[in-house]
């Protein structure tokens, strides 16, 4: 069972409004990484991190920005919400030993922006 | 860059087996993943494979060829509750860190 939480699970906002979606873990990972997921659609990277202050921008393009000041929390922040970032967001961190990487999913929020 | 190839939907039967396949193109490579998602959830892990061949893990197991750019996941006495899509993710080392993952399988199973 993997010690990583997110929150809110779900979130119901207005546009123009600045959010901070919530990412911590417990396990002491080096590398977090956000997803963002449509319904029925494939995981997106949006961001991710090697470690305290470390960031870097994912595969797909996102007006989120995120920072890494603790190891444990890896926070994603957008500034002015608009509807066109309704989505799943899901933070994951992962452990790397010898050639055996495993990553590990929090439980998502649902994000709608009215 | 990376491209994967997984069929978009399967359906088996309760009791059967099925074989998952994927074929991927990248640029690095360091090993490739498995996860299952319900609908709805998250992803969670079911393998990941480093070396050539077969890894076992109770019903389901997970193949390997690096020189062919292949992978499968069979799961063996399907249950309902392995309902789910099942998504192909490569992983590049070499100093990237990126995780990519394929659209998924659906799978349907029916009684």
């Known amino acids: 069972e993997a010690d990583i939480y997110q929150t809110p699970r779900y979130l119901v906002i207005g546009t123009g409004k600045k959010i901070t979606l919530e990412c911590s873990q417990t396990?002491?990972?080096?590398?977090m990484y956000w997803y963002q997921q449509d319904p029925g659609m494939e995981l997106h990277l949006i961001h991710y991190s090697y470690g305290v202050n470390s960031t870097e921008k994912g595969d797909l393009s996102s007006e989120s920005t995120v920072s890494r000041i603790r190891t444990e929390h890896f926070p994603l922040t957008l500034e002015s919400a608009r509807p066109s970032h309704t989505s799943q967001y899901l933070c994951?961190?992962?452990?790397?030993?010898?050639?055996?990487?495993?990553?590990?999913f929090g439980p998502g929020t649902r994000l709608l922006v009215l | 860059g990376q491209n994967i190839d997984q069929p978009t939907e399967m359906t088996a039967t309760e009791g059967a087996i099925v074989q998952i396949n994927c074929t991927y193109q990248t640029s690095g490579f360091n090993g490739l993943f498995w996860y299952q998602q319900h609908a709805g959830e998250a992803p969670t892990f079911l393998s990941y494979?480093?070396?050539?061949g077969l890894e076992e893990k109770g019903r389901f197991s997970s193949f390997l060829s690096r020189s062919k750019g292949y992978s499968y996941l069979l799961l063996k006495e399907l249950q309902m509750k392995d309902s789910a899509s099942y998504l192909c993710a490569p992983y590049s080392g070499a100093g990237s860190y990126q995780l990519t993952f394929g659209k998924g399988t659906k799978l349907s199973v029916i009684p």
């Open positions: 396990m002491g990972h080096d590398k």
């Open positions: 494979n480093v070396l050539d």
């Open positions: 994951a961190s992962s452990e790397y030993r010898g050639r055996q990487e495993t990553q590990y």
